[in-house]
Nanobody, 120 residues
Framework: QVQLVESGGGLVQAGASLRLSCAASGRTFSPTSMGWFRQAPGKEREFVAAISTSGTNSDYADSVKGRFTISRDNAKRMLYLQMNSLKPEDTAVYYC?????????????WGQGTQVTVSS
């Protein structure tokens, strides 16, 4: 069983930057495509970004394209999301999860998430 732990969230003003981290652990861990999702209050969880197993390919939701960058360090079992030019509409709980890269379908267990709050 792979456990995912997100961190790095916080309260920031619009225009600021944050870097989220996701640490993977577990004896059965092996690299897979990974994704970041987010869920705002009263809304469904939505896709934010995806990265392939090797890190060569990445994809983003239109709402974050050009502002967010997903990256990974397989040796450290870490996934990152660099978020720049944050907007109030980016406020949500952010989750990392293993995914099928093409379909973006989650295939693993969710972590507890990390709260990002952007004030205007």
């Amino acid at each position: 069983q792979v456990q995912l732990v997100e961190s790095g969230g916080g309260l920031v003003q619009a225009g600021a930057s944050l870097r989220l981290s996701c640490a993977a652990s577990g004896r059965t861990f092996s690299p897979t495509s990974m994704g970041w999702f987010r869920q705002a209050p009263g809304k469904e969880r939505e896709f934010v970004a995806a990265i392939s197993t090797s890190g060569t390919n990445s994809d983003y939701a239109d709402s974050v394209k050009g502002r967010f960058t997903i990256s990974r360090d397989n040796a450290k079992r870490m996934l990152y999301l660099q978020m720049n030019s944050l907007k109030p509409e980016d406020t949500a709980v952010y989750y990392c999860v293993s995914i099928m890269y093409v379909s973006r379908a989650p295939i693993g267990s969710w972590g507890q998430g990390t709260q990002v709050t952007v004030s205007s």
